[in-house]
């Protein structure tokens, strides 16, 4: 089946400096990504769509200066939390649509800003 | 603009049961799918089970299966025989059909025990 492949799994990284998360379609080509963040114990919220060769767009009240979304080819997707401070630490998720009607999804990222 | 309702915040069942899980959303759309997505406590999202708005049949997937209402805008999914695994996270998500590709919208989740 699709795959959609993660990395890192989990990063802590320094209050200031910046963070890029990678999404790989392993087995079908993924002209869309989308991009949640999902605090503990709530649900998934959309953060941006990207389309492979064009901007993304972001979802009302997301920062598109501090996170950084680059589709640039059909297999790869990247984040990038710039300037990343504590708040934004939390568990971060892609997803692109596969052949058929569904969805697959990484195995996200844990993101700690200390 | 599309809302998904999941009014448990929370639920248990003891293994070997049957629970019902409930979900409804709001759309002014004839043609859509929805989908109940389990996450255990790695994270992982999985799909668990997928309906298409225009069939009328509840679909099952072994012991998952949904309560399809469309006039009631409900989709509920029932686990029969539960199992300890089952224990997760468990969101009901919708997507439109009409237009090319378009992000699911989640409930806000329905987190479930299993008790052995």
């Known amino acids: 089946g699709a795959v959609v492949s993660q990395h890192p799994s989990w990063v802590i990284c320094k209050s200031g400096t910046s963070v890029k998360i990678e999404c790989r379609s392993l087995?079908?080509?993924?002209?869309?990504m989308f991009w949640y963040r999902q605090f503990p114990k709530q649900s998934l919220m959309l953060m941006a769509t990207?389309?492979?060769?064009?901007?993304?767009?972001?979802e009302q009240g997301v920062e598109k200066d501090k996170f950084l979304i680059n589709h640039a080819s059909l297999t790869l997707s990247t984040l990038t939390v710039t300037s990343a401070h504590p708040e934004d630490s939390s568990f971060y998720i892609c997803?692109?649509?596969?052949?058929?009607?569904?969805?697959?999804f990484g195995s996200g990222t844990r993101l700690t800003v200390v | 603009a599309q809302t998904v309702t999941q009014s448990q915040p929370e639920m248990s069942v003891q293994e070997a049961e049957t629970v019902t899980l409930s979900c409804t959303y709001d759309?002014?759309?004839?043609?859509?799918?929805l989908f109940w997505y389990k996450q255990p406590p790695s994270r992982q999202m999985i799909l668990v089970i997928r309906?298409?708005?225009?069939?009328?049949q509840n679909a099952t997937e072994n012991r998952f299966s949904v309560n399809f209402q469309k006039a009631a805008k409900s989709f509920s999914l029932k686990i029969s025989d539960s199992q300890l695994g089952d224990a997760a996270m468990y969101f009901c998500a919708y997507r439109t059909r009409n237009s090319g590709n378009t992000p699911l919208v989640f409930g806000k989740g329905t987190r479930l025990s299993v008790i052995a």
């Open positions: 087995d079908f080509q993924a002209t869309t």
């Open positions: 759309t002014s759309e004839s043609d859509y799918y």
């Open positions: 997803s692109a649509p596969d052949r058929l009607y569904g969805y697959t």
């Open positions: 309906q298409e708005a225009y069939k009328q």
């Open positions: 990207s389309n492979e060769g064009s901007k993304a767009t972001y």
